[in-house]
T-cell receptor
Framework: AQKVTQAQTEISVVEKEDVTLDCVYE???????LFWYKQPPSGELVFLIR????DEQNEISGRYSWNFQKSTSSFNFTITASQVVDSAVYFC????????????WGLGTSLAVNP | KAGVTQTPRYLIKTRGQQVTLSCSPI?????VSWYQQTPGQGLQFLFE???????NKGNFPGRFSGRQFSNSRSEMNVSTLELGDSALYLC??????????????FGPGTRLTVT
């Protein structure tokens, strides 16, 4: 069975601090996809990144970076120099390959960035 | 391109009633998925439709059903509403299958309250 665990329920930081959100997944598939989504207070889920299981290259996009490690089944997300606008709930999700759009979600990490 | 739209945004219903929620995907997207989000269970996959056919289904009772029209618009229906059906219902659309085309883009959701 597939499972996603986000052990951190809530994180509170002060603006400009770096913060890492952890995501650990379980799957027996050799090909799969991992995602991060952001859900601000407005409620709409915003797609941040997709990572294929066969591509372990880390990615950086502005202040955001992602560290994918198959050896530890982790896909962690780091926000550098956090800002108040980063306050949101962040979800990690997993899907199988093929014609399958079913996302298995973690319970989310609520990030509060305080001025 | 316009994003995913969902109507209505808010709905209040009474136990035992039925409800229909509507979703219009991003133009050109043929896959539409539905998710239920509650504080207790988090995000759970309901079903996915592609070319008017249900392609995947989550573990929800038969009271939850859906359909997709030839223009890719989708509706989901919940019959005999229960208090536990109170949730944010999210619709997502996804581009046609292909390398790099697994992201799902979400609408703002419909907040259903059952009293």
């Amino acid at each position: 069975a597939q499972k996603v665990t986000q052990a951190q329920t809530e994180i509170s930081v002060v603006e400009k601090e770096d913060v890492t959100l952890d995501c650990v997944y379980e799957t027996r598939d050799t090909t799969y996809y991992l995602f991060w989504y952001k859900q601000p207070p407005s409620g709409e889920l915003v797609f941040l990144i997709r990572r294929n299981s066969f591509d372990e290259q880390n990615e950086i996009s502005g202040r955001y970076s992602w560290n994918f490690q198959k050896s530890t089944s982790s896909f962690n997300f780091t926000i550098t120099a956090s800002q108040v606008v980063d306050s949101a709930v962040y979800f990690c999700a997993l899907s199988r390959a093929g014609n399958n759009r079913k996302l298995i979600w973690g319970l989310g990490t609520s990030l509060a960035v305080n001025p | 391109k316009a994003g995913v739209t969902q109507t209505p945004r808010y709905l209040i219903k009474t136990r035992g009633q039925q409800v229909t929620l509507s979703c219009s995907p991003i133009s050109g997207h043929r896959s539409v998925s539905w998710y239920q989000q509650t504080p207790g269970q988090g995000l759970q996959f309901l079903f996915e439709y592609f070319s008017e056919t249900q392609r995947n289904k989550g573990n929800f009772p038969g009271r939850f059903s859906g359909r997709q029209f030839s223009n890719s618009r989708s509706e989901m229906n919940v019959s005999t509403l229960e208090l536990g059906d109170s949730a944010l219902y999210l619709c997502a659309s996804s581009p046609p299958t292909g390398i790099g085309n697994y992201e799902q883009y979400f609408g703002p959701g419909t907040r259903l309250t059952v009293t």
